[in-house]
């Protein structure tokens, strides 16, 4: 049996994706969703999935070890960033090294490190007239998005695309590889 704890900061729409690969696949449990915002939309999806849904804000985070033992209780297999914008400390990274995977909506090393996350991203890439974008799926290391890169997938950027449009091809990438790569890594 596989343990997978989920970071969200937002939507949880990847969140609910992940929740909905592994719902039928019995040595996969997700054991929970923490995220950093009481009122982030994840924890409806959370409520509705029946899913663990836990909210810590920063002072927790960063001044105390209460999310290290939350961890160390669920023993998990894999920590996986699904849209979640905060840094993670140090003590986490090293307690779990190649444990902590992120997915980020481009190319990196384009478009990434801090303050480029959702729809900044999308718009520096229409800004920039990229022709191509994609997802990135990375191993966290102290450093904003830069980790090394477990798995990419492009999609075209045609110039009439808006950065909505932009972001919804993005979507569709990260819906089909992000759980599928979650599950090799579990493998
Ligand atoms: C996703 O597109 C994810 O790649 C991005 O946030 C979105 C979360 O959407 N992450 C970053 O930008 C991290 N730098 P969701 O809440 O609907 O899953």
Redesign the pocket.
Known sequence: MKNIVLF????????E?IVQFFQDKPNVTIAGVLTNKRDA??LDRCNKLNINGLYFNKHAFYETDCVLRILESIKPDLIV?????WKIPEKLIQKYPNKII????ALLPKY?GKG???MR?HKAVKKDRASETG?TIHYVNEN??EGAIIHQAKTKVLPEDTPEII?SK??LL?YEHFPKIIEQLLA
């Not at 969200?8 to 969140?15: P, R």
């Open positions: 969200a900061s937002g939507s949880g729409s990847n969140v994706n939309k994840v960033l699904a849209g979640f914008l992120n997915i980020h909506p990434g480029m996350y959702g991203v997802i904003y998005d972001a993005v979507q990260e």
